[in-house]
């Protein structure tokens, strides 16, 4: 069984930002930053999986989700702070999330970094660490 937690992930995050009007730049999709907006930018971190009982049956599979939140550089960072709560809001800690026969969960609250700055973007990282515990 393949256990795609990233795109349970990706299809919560997708229906809001596309209801919200905001672009997203998804793992390995070509994307053209917007010149003078905010957007998201995606990546998946899974960890090795876990065999967690003694009948090998019960697998862990957990990682972390950072959504950034990237907005065009000497733009302040009150805006792009503000929408990184709201991206946070949407992964509440206890948060579960259908995948294709799977149910993963959102294991602790999601934590908005400080912001990182370069000459084009200020960028505010949001990560959310999750888990699914599937049994064969």
């Known amino acids: 069984m ?10 919560r ?3 809001w930002a596309d209801a919200e009007g905001i672009s997203v730049a998804w ?13 998201l930018a995606v990546h998946d971190m899974p960890v090795t999986p876990r065999t967690i009982d003694l009948g090998l049956r019960c697998r862990t ?7 950034n939140v990237v907005a065009p550089s000497g733009s302040g960072r009150t805006s792009v702070v503000a ?4 991206v946070a809001e949407l992964f509440p ?5 259908a995948g294709k026969d799977f149910t993963c969960w959102i294991s602790s609250a999601p ?18 660490n999750y888990r699914a515990d599937i049994t064969s």
């Open 13 to 15: 995050l997708g229906a």
């Open 27 to 39: 793992e390995n999709v070509p994307f053209t930053p917007p010149a003078n907006e905010m957007y």
């Open 61 to 67: 599979y957990s990682g972390v989700y950072q959504i």
């Open 111 to 128: 934590g908005i970094f400080r912001g990182i700055p370069t000459p084009v973007s200020y960028t505010v990282p949001v990560s959310l």
């Open 83 to 86: 929408l990184a709560g709201r």
């Open 93 to 97: 800690e206890g948060q579960e999330i």
């Open 2 to 11: 393949i256990t795609d937690i990233a795109s349970a992930l990706a299809a």
